[in-house]
């Protein structure tokens, strides 16, 4: 399992733009499909994006697609930059990593987790 970090959270206005950012603590993400998930008080954790490990596919959420866009630094670090947000974006969010490699959708698939960085939207 990889250690991982998330950072860039914040609270903004809606409409604004946040960029979040994912770094392995002491490792590196190379060989990883890596996801972003997030959780918003009294719901359930929901899949927001995945890339996988050559950054080669992309996957969305149908709620951020055209809004969001999830990307990787080779082994470094993996982003999501997020644009015109809605006050329903607000919610804990996680970057997690898949051994597998492929970009996941599913929660399950993935072996380790980050921490979270909040995120809230303001109307």
Do not use: H
């Not at 409409?15 to 490792?27: H, I, N, T």
């Not at 990787?72 to 051994?99: G, H, I, V, W």
């Amino acid at each position: 399992q990889v250690q991982l970090v998330e950072s860039g959270g914040g609270l903004v206005q809606a409409g604004d733009s946040l960029r979040l950012a994912c770094v392995a603590s002491g490792g590196t993400l190379a060989g990883y499909g890596m996801g972003w998930f997030r959780q918003a008080p009294g719901k359930e954790r929901e899949f927001v994006a995945a890339i996988s490990w050559r950054g080669d596919r992309t996957y969305y959420a149908d709620s951020v697609k055209e809004r969001f866009t999830i990307s990787r630094d080779n082994s470094k670090a993996m982003y999501l930059q997020m644009y015109t947000l809605k006050p329903e974006d607000t919610a804990l969010y996680f970057c997690a990593a898949d051994m597998l490699g492929g970009g996941e959708q599913q929660a399950a698939e993935y072996e380790s987790w980050g921490q979270g960085t909040q995120v809230t939207v303001s109307s």
